[in-house]
């Protein structure tokens, strides 16, 4: 705080005239001062990335002193930024923690905040990027072949990403295929695929110490010869009959498994 004082070292120093050019008698001068406050200042920002499976939640948080008032803000691009506010995934938007719950069309988005407090100048964080992660999807491909004729069935994946494990269990019309073994696979390692007795159920097996990323693409073939027409399906019976781990072991949720044939 600094005072800011009237000199009065010269009574001529500090005066009001008429419009006589008489100096107002009387005429009172007070002293002011300025007070100065100190303004919000971040410590910790939010880190620059993070990452949510979907559907699951997350927080992101800031750290600052002499701070009354905060505004998460969203951008997709860096360049243009709007508020955000209570609802549709995310909580906490005028707090110092942003608690969001991970949709598909959050991915890539940005977020900081804007810090007040005081009447001082809006300060405002480095900005983090999310990544919603996608579950994995594995589906059998639809083929047509003719009778007699050896034929490769595709089983594509999905965001196949971070993958120490693998279980299959797929069901056939045995009056119409006969398994005759896989092909084309992109997994090395502890792979095992084989249909016992040829009883309509093909079972696949696979671990590995390293995590697979494979993205989007093909895992194998599952090769058939074919007598007639037949779905091809995987058997959910069981959770435990299709299930993909992750590195650390755990089955990965909402995993979806799409038929064909």
Do not use: K
Not at 18 to 38: D, Y
Not at 51 to 79: I, K, M, P, R
Request: with cysteine; hydrophobic share 40%.
């Amino acid at each position: 705080t600094a005072g800011v004082n009237f000199n009065f070292s010269n009574p001529s120093g500090n005066e009001l005239a008429n419009s006589n050019g008489e100096a107002i008698v009387g005429t009172q001068f007070e002293n002011g001062a300025i007070q100065a406050t100190q303004g919000p200042a971040i410590t910790s920002h939010p880190a620059s990335r993070f990452s949510l499976n979907l559907g699951a939640n997350g927080t992101l948080s800031v750290t600052a002193t002499n701070a009354d008032g905060y505004q998460w803000q969203v951008s997709s691009n860096g360049t243009h930024w709007s508020n955000l506010s209570d609802g549709a995934g995310y909580a906490g938007a005028t707090t110092a923690t942003l608690s969001i719950t991970a949709g598909a069309s959050m991915n890539g988005n940005q977020y900081r905040v804007l810090v007040s407090g005081a009447g001082c100048p809006v300060v405002t964080s480095s900005a983090t990027q999310l990544t919603v992660i996608l579950p994995p999807a594995v589906t059998i491909g639809q083929v047509n072949g003719c009778r007699g004729q050896l034929v490769a069935v595709p089983l594509q994946v999905q965001n196949f990403n971070d993958i120490s494990a693998v279980t299959l269990h797929m069901r056939y019309d045995t009056a119409a295929l006969t398994y005759v073994g896989y092909s084309d696979t992109a997994l090395t390692g502890n792979l095992i695929v084989n249909a016992p007795g040829q009883g309509g159920l093909v079972i696949m097996t696979w671990f590995s110490l390293t995590p697979v990323n494979l993205g989007n693409g093909l895992l194998m073939n599952l090769n058939f010869i074919t007598r007639g027409s037949s779905s091809i399906t995987f058997d959910l019976s069981d959770p435990a009959y299709n299930e993909l781990a992750s590195s650390s072991g755990d089955p990965i949720a909402n995993t979806s498994f799409t038929n064909g044939g």
